[in-house]
């Protein structure tokens, strides 16, 4: 090979390399907006506010409440404090139920933060954030007892308020697992009044209520999972900046022990 002929492949080859670090820049300067679009809009504009608008279902409680004219609640601490890990304030919307991912559709939130259940159905309009709360049903004992889960549970006295979805998981553990099972009251407050006073052996009921009842008063313990109902927060289809910023603050904050201290404050 002649030596004009190397010099031409070696021109070659850098003109290739110079080519791919071009195209390189050109997509990083692309994805910060570089083409007069940021990639994630929903989030640039957040930032561009200095504010998160958070949809939230105002009175269902634990999770948002309104006392004296202020927003309170599970979802409200913890949307504020993922807002000031983004560099952002909080602001609430509130929103009916039914409304949740209108808010997010219409533009008039950049997040729902209501006890939202994981529904993967509306992920053409929706990213959701990973889980930060189960809300499933759980089997409560008596802290000093001897069951550890529902294997050990033929032969026992098993709780439920009738009608709930605890009554109706019962009812089908029952037949599989030789319990008797009393599903004779109307709240799960009353069955778990009866595990105290020893008169049940266990309790089926929600993860929300089961906590409150552990935290509140002493004796009882939460174990074991029996079902998962995860909920989850969720952002407008094109804001997966937005969805991969909370996530990374929700695993932060519950590496720092965040959600322990807010189960404590808000399930008793």
Do not use: C, K
């Not at 939202?116 to 189960?134: I, K, W």
């Amino acid at each position: 090979m002649s030596p004009s002929q190397n010099t031409v492949r070696r021109r070659l080859a850098d003109g290739a390399a110079w080519a791919i670090l071009l195209l390189y820049a050109l997509i990083a300067w692309g994805a910060e907006g570089g083409f007069g679009a940021p990639l994630d809009p929903v989030l640039a504009a957040a930032r561009a506010r200095g504010t998160l608008r958070v949809a939230v279902d105002v009175g269902f409680r634990p999770f948002a409440d309104m006392r004296e004219g202020v927003l309170v609640g599970y979802d409200i601490e913890l949307a504020s404090a993922l807002a000031a890990r983004l560099g952002l304030t909080a602001e609430f919307v509130p929103t009916g139920y039914d409304a949740l991912y209108d808010a997010l559709t219409s533009g008039r939130a950049d997040v729902v933060a209501a006890a939202l259940p994981y529904a993967p159905e509306q992920g053409y309009r929706a990213r959701f954030t990973s889980v930060y709360f189960d809300a499933g049903q759980v089997l409560v004992v008596a802290a000093d007892g001897p069951i550890g889960g529902p294997t050990h549970l033929a032969g026992r006295q098993v709780g439920a308020a009738l009608g709930s979805d605890a009554d109706a998981l019962a009812r089908r553990m029952a037949e599989r697992g030789s319990f008797a099972l009393r599903s004779n009251y109307d709240e799960p407050a009353e069955a778990l009044a009866d595990l105290r006073a020893g008169r049940l052996d266990a309790v089926i009921t929600d993860a929300v209520t089961a906590l409150g009842a552990v935290q509140g008063a002493p004796g009882l313990r939460i174990a074991a999972p029996l079902t998962s109902e995860p909920l989850v927060m969720a952002v407008p289809r094109p804001a997966f900046q937005l969805e991969a910023e909370l996530n990374r603050a929700l695993a932060d904050l519950r590496s720092e022990g965040f959600f322990e201290e807010l189960n404590r404050r808000w399930f008793r």
